[in-house]
């Protein structure tokens, strides 16, 4: 049995090579290079901290932290420290999945609506047909609709039943299109099967016989069991503490919920690099279960735009919970994370035996994919790449057309031809089946929004068209009042995302106390 000795509270940027329980010499002569290209990174891009780990030949090759978990106390990150890992939860998800399969309690290919038999989607062959498959490699029909479990607070069993209400964009196994909410059924559908919830499932099949005993699902947890890093975003060039997500928010949990360290991830890594073999447990999933996992099901786009269109990275496709891609002439399986003040990378080359874990606690930012790919080419011998430099052009083009986008956006609701309704015309509650309830108040003429916890605010760019923010999220909300035929405000729309298509949310009839 391969066994790993913690190590805490060693200096920033200090590496340890960990393997066979004993801790040895620094593995610096394998990774030539690596502490400057990571410092440079961080203080390139403004992260607060950063940790990662690196898998090879069935061992934790090293394991280093650098920069803070918190901030404002000058703690340091090590390789125990905890960060949201976001998406890559998914990963535990589809291996949940594998588990079922292998005990014949589930088919991948058998409609869910077997399984759950009250499931619906607004394109009702879809509904009828979709099996688990298709809600782990994205190709539903569905675009993301994040807004509608972003800050609900409502149960996963209630943001299931409002698939029933969801316009697909795309005709189903037509496309891949990222969708959390149909990991979110995933997770039910374990539930459904397993008699367990999904927490409880992952916990006592995977966390603890892989010894993940301090993997949890939620930052309360995470808190309590201590070394927890804190989030962060970027504003006004300087990272900023905001708040962790809302623990009602665990409705999201087989889609993007687990909190772990680089050190238990690590021994998530080679559980995949040995095909489903665990140190000290035996075969914790059959090899060829969870290999049907790694198996490219759709062809899907680099996840961030900015790293496409580059040779070294090819033929990006979605497996079941895994991306796979090729990294320079090598396959690469590989997911990223991102959440509320945190961005997270795993990776593995199966047939190279490597696997590198990075988690960050930055929201929003590539460092983790950058560091690992780093990681990576010295792994492979190979020239490094300074991928810094490459995404940070990526990323100053990406700002200016976005920005051009926005200004498109901003004329296209300018007409003159379109009465103005005062403010106070569109002061009251709004609903959509599945988007969930808005409540509109007004001050001036500016107005606020509060869609499920989120409060947006902002002023009339023309007519009945107003541009709303929220600290928390990147881009304006663009909001119009609609007439009713009466010639009074009877809905609203809100383009959650550029590009993408309004969701119209009906009034609310106030209704008048009755006279006493």
Request: a neutral charge.
């Amino acid at each position: 049995m391969v066994r790993f000795r913690r190590n805490t509270g060693r200096p920033v940027g200090q590496c340890t090579r960990i393997m066979r329980g004993m801790t040895s010499t620094p593995a610096l002569d394998r990774l030539p290079g690596l502490d400057a290209t990571v410092r440079a990174i961080l203080r390139d891009w403004r992260v607060p901290g950063l940790a990662l780990a690196v898998v090879a030949d069935g061992e934790v090759l090293d394991a280093r932290g650098y920069g803070y978990a918190d901030l404002e106390q000058k703690r340091p990150v090590t390789p125990d420290t905890t960060f949201a890992i976001g998406s890559c939860t998914k990963a535990f998800t589809t291996t949940a999945l594998a588990m079922l399969v292998e005990r014949g309690a589930l088919d991948w290919d058998r409609p869910v609506r077997d399984y759950l038999p009250g499931f619906r989607m607004l394109d009702e062959v879809a509904g009828a047909r979709v099996t688990a498959r298709d809600l782990a490699c994205h190709r539903t029909g569905l675009p993301s609709h994040d807004p509608v479990w972003y800050g609900a607070g409502v149960s996963r069993h209630e943001l299931v039943k409002r698939l029933a209400y969801l316009a697909p964009t795309r005709d189903f196994r037509s496309a891949y299109q990222y969708n959390n909410l149909m990991y979110i059924a995933a997770g039910v559908l374990v539930e459904a099967i397993s008699g367990m919830t999904w927490e409880d499932f992952t916990r006592r099949r995977i966390l603890e016989p892989l010894g993940m005993h301090r993997s949890s699902f939620s930052p309360a947890r995470a808190l309590a069991l201590g070394g927890l890093a804190l989030p962060y975003m970027e504003r006004d060039g300087r990272a900023v503490r905001i708040p962790f997500m809302a623990e009602g928010e665990d409705a999201l949990s087989a889609a993007g919920w687990i909190h772990s360290s680089v050190m238990e991830m690590s021994t998530w890594l080679r559980l995949h690099l040995a095909g489903g073999a665990a140190p000290g447990v035996g075969q914790l999933v059959a090899a060829d279960r969870l290999a049907e996992t790694h198996t490219p099901q759709v062809v899907a786009p680099e996840p961030a735009p900015m790293f496409s269109a580059y040779p070294e990275l090819a033929y990006m496709t979605y497996g079941l919970g895994w991306r796979n891609a090729g990294y320079r002439g090598n396959r690469i399986v590989m997911h990223g994370g991102a959440i509320d003040g945190y961005c997270a990378h795993t990776s593995f080359m199966p047939e190279l035996g490597y696997g590198i874990v990075v988690l960050s606690n930055l929201d929003g930012q590539p460092a983790a994919q950058m560091v690992a790919y780093r990681i990576y080419d010295l792994l492979l011998g190979l020239e490094p790449i300074d991928w810094s430099t490459r995404i940070r052009t990526r990323t100053a083009e990406a700002r200016s057309a976005t920005e051009a986008s926005l200004a498109r956006a901003r004329a296209a609701r300018v007409d003159p031809d379109v009465a103005t309704e005062p403010v106070s015309a569109c002061v009251g509650r709004y609903r959509h089946p599945g988007y969930g309830d808005v409540s509109v108040t007004a001050a001036g003429d500016a107005i606020t929004l509060t869609h499920n916890t989120l409060l947006y605010a902002g002023s009339r760019l023309g007519a009945n068209a107003f541009e709303l923010a929220n600290a928390l999220i990147g881009r304006p909300r663009f909001v119009r009042f609609l007439l009713d035929a009466a010639g009074r405000v009877g809905a609203l729309a809100i383009q959650f995302e550029l590009g993408a298509e309004e969701i119209v949310f009906q009034r609310i009839p106030q209704v008048k106390p009755s006279p006493t």
